[in-house]
């Protein structure tokens, strides 16, 4: 990552500013700084994160095919400092932005899904600050128009599963809505199933299904849940590394599934 991150901020010194890739440059060293980001937590490496992708937009032409992309890069990073720092006009941009991008984007655009799938991320971390029910829905029409346009055996068809599977969870926490409950599980199920084996993925995979599972069995009573349950968080644990930040997250999620057994 150390020398892809060189090698782009190179191409990007290279390129003249009225060259038509130069756009293209910037916006592929933005997505690797926020990918050092998210391995290090390092500021820095996301504030340019931020500052490229707008770049990129101010350097393309308004008809320039690849504006879309560059755009949903902005609104991913902005999502991501949101997280990171709480500010609340980090989110609003970041809405904002990935409106604009899936807006600029016609109907049968390669990359609508991948803009369904991020402007549905960032509504449903609004409803979570907020509580705006509207922002939710919102989210999983997308999520769902997102995993309907990917196609099978996509790799990024699981994650978009996996988010329109968070996002049915989510809403039935709020209205307690049965059927989210299940197609939600349906969702997490399907994610874990079309992610290769392997994948470093694949913990957080089974852990969004062992927790839609057990939310199941609390709300039905119904033991084959539980039991599923409690197999869907073994394997989120045992799939991850032992250094891993996320593992005693895991260790307390497998507690409360046996806890409650």
Same mark, same amino acid.
């Given at each position: 990552l150390?020398?892809?991150?060189?090698?782009?901020?190179?191409?990007v010194?290279?390129?003249?500013?009225?060259?038509?890739?130069?756009?293209?440059?910037?916006?592929?060293l933005?997505?690797?700084?926020l990918?050092?980001?998210?391995?290090?937590?390092?500021?820095?490496?996301?504030?340019?994160a931020?500052?490229?992708?707008?770049?990129?937009?101010?350097?393309?032409?308004?008809?320039?095919p690849?504006?879309?992309?560059?755009?949903?890069?902005?609104?991913?990073?902005?999502?991501?400092?949101?997280?990171?720092?709480?500010?609340?006009?980090?989110?609003?941009?970041?809405?904002?932005?990935?409106?604009?991008s899936?807006?600029?984007? +016609? &109907?049968?655009?390669?990359?609508?899904?991948? =803009?369904?799938?991020? *402007?549905?991320?960032?509504? @449903?971390?609004?409803? %979570?600050?907020?509580?705006?029910?509207?922002?939710?829905?919102?989210?999983?029409?997308?999520?769902?128009?997102?995993?309907?346009?990917?196609?099978?055996?996509?790799i990024?068809?699981?994650?978009?599963?996996?988010?329109?599977?968070?996002?049915?969870?989510?809403?039935?926490?709020?209205t307690?809505?049965?059927?989210?409950?299940?197609?939600?599980?349906?969702?997490?199920r399907?994610?874990v199933?079309?992610?290769?084996?392997?994948? +470093? &993925?694949?913990?957080?995979?089974?852990?969004g =299904?062992?927790?839609? *599972?057990?939310a199941?069995? @609390?709300?039905?009573? %119904?033991l084959?849940?539980?039991?599923?349950?409690?197999?869907a968080?073994?394997?989120?644990?045992?799939?991850?590394?032992?250094?891993?930040?996320?593992?005693?997250s895991?260790?307390d999620?497998?507690?409360?599934?046996?806890?409650?057994?």
């Amino acid at each position: 990552l150390e020398q892809g991150i060189s090698a782009h901020r190179r191409a990007v010194e290279l390129v003249p500013d009225d060259d038509p890739e130069k756009p293209s440059r910037v916006n592929n060293l933005a997505s690797s700084l926020l990918s050092r980001f998210k391995n290090t937590g390092e500021l820095v490496d996301l504030q340019e994160a931020i500052s490229y992708p707008h770049l990129a937009v101010v350097l393309a032409r308004d008809d320039d095919p690849g504006r879309p992309l560059w755009l949903n890069s902005l609104g991913n990073a902005f999502l991501a400092r949101f997280e990171r720092t709480g500010a609340l006009q980090d989110l609003e941009e970041a809405v904002s932005v990935h409106r604009r991008s899936i807006d600029l984007a +016609p &109907d049968g655009h390669p990359v609508k899904p991948a =803009l369904s799938n991020d *402007l549905g991320n960032s509504l @449903r971390k609004r409803f %979570e600050y907020t509580g705006v029910l509207d922002d939710l829905d919102q989210a999983i029409s997308l999520h769902r128009n997102a995993t309907e346009l990917t196609r099978d055996g996509n790799i990024d068809k699981p994650a978009r599963l996996g988010n329109l599977g968070a996002s049915l969870i989510r809403r039935f926490e709020y209205t307690g809505t049965l059927e989210d409950l299940k197609q939600g599980i349906i969702a997490h199920r399907c994610a874990v199933e079309c992610t290769p084996k392997g994948h +470093p &993925d694949t913990a957080s995979r089974f852990n969004g =299904l062992g927790a839609s *599972l057990l939310a199941h069995f @609390r709300r039905t009573g %119904e033991l084959a849940s539980l039991q599923q349950a409690i197999s869907a968080q073994r394997s989120a644990l045992e799939l991850l590394p032992d250094t891993h930040p996320e593992q005693p997250s895991r260790y307390d999620n497998l507690g409360n599934a046996l806890r409650t057994r």
